[in-house]
């Protein structure tokens, strides 16, 4: 009974330390190695895909590899655990230089492209980096950043997304740009709130309903910082909320009867968060008016000319 337990006790210690022993013995990989990739990541046998691939970044979360960014020879990329990949054993002369990414410590000043750029120069790029010319996307962008060390560019695009353009021999990912543009500047953005407490007494005023549009806005903003100003604030001329029949009335829910404030005016509102800031404008009429219980409401209608952007904080 005894060597019975032991024998169990000895194969689950095997199961549990097999993974790490396996860990420990997978092939290390770097920028720049040739592999066979299972492109299917399967767990090996006929399900495998295996595809002829270069490692192109190996990502690194906690001290740890959490991810191994490939592009295989026909121009597809992926990104795949160390199991997914094995070592490619080929010629010199098999190696197809088209698609290889160097390892950064080969890249040459040289091998960039016909034209070197420095941090502020209007460029284009391929925002997908295409294997094959005909398939590229330009895009207008300013250079940010310059690490041939590395092999890249970091460039910011004119939408203010950030991409990095990867040089690589024979391969055209950034070229001049000379249509005369400049760097575009990110929108400003006001976070203004020195809006009054809007007060269920107060008489009507082009003042209480920017608090009031104000305070509903804010309440049902999540962000870390939320401002709101009114460009073109118009009123309009007063009138009593009556019924239209079948259960409808001019302005609902007012109450029949109540005095209906109009009015018409542009918000542009900031928000921001962690890393972001974003910046929205639109076109609203609202009615406002007391509300059954004796507070003031402003009720708006189906926003018009709506236009959000966002950019990096600064």
Known sequence: MMKSITAVLIAIAFLFSAPLVAAQNEPQFKAGDRVDADVNM????????????TVVEVMMWQGKISGIHVKTDDGGTFTLAARHLRPLKESA??????NQVNPPSKIKD?????????????????????NDPKDSSWKKA?????????????VVLDDFNEMSVLIRPGKIWIRPLNDGSTTPEYATCEF?????????????????????????????NRYSDF?????????????????????????DPAPIGA?????????????????????TEWTNEYSCYKSQVGEWVCKNAAPQNYKRESFPNK
């Open 42 to 53: 399967s767990s090996g046998g006929e399900n495998a895909r295996w595809s002829k691939a």
């Open 93 to 98: 002369q098999n190696t197809p230089n088209d």
């Open 110 to 130: 040289a091998d960039a492209n016909p034209s070197t750029f420095k941090v502020g120069d209007r460029v284009e790029v391929d925002s997908i980096m295409a």
């Open 142 to 154: 300013t250079v940010r950043a310059v690490d041939l060390k590395s092999g890249r560019y970091v």
């Open 192 to 220: 203004y709130k020195d809006y009054k407490k809007a007060s269920n007494s107060a008489s009507p005023s082009a003042e209480l309903f920017k608090s009031v549009i104000f305070e509903w806005n804010r309440s049902i």
């Open 227 to 251: 401002g709101l100003v009114f460009e073109g604030f118009k009123m309009g001329k007063a009138f009593k909320n009556r019924a239209l029949g079948n259960g409808r009335k001019e302005v």
């Open 259 to 279: 005095t209906i404030y109009p009015l018409k005016t542009k918000l542009v509102a900031c928000e921001k968060d962690l890393n972001s800031t974003f910046r």
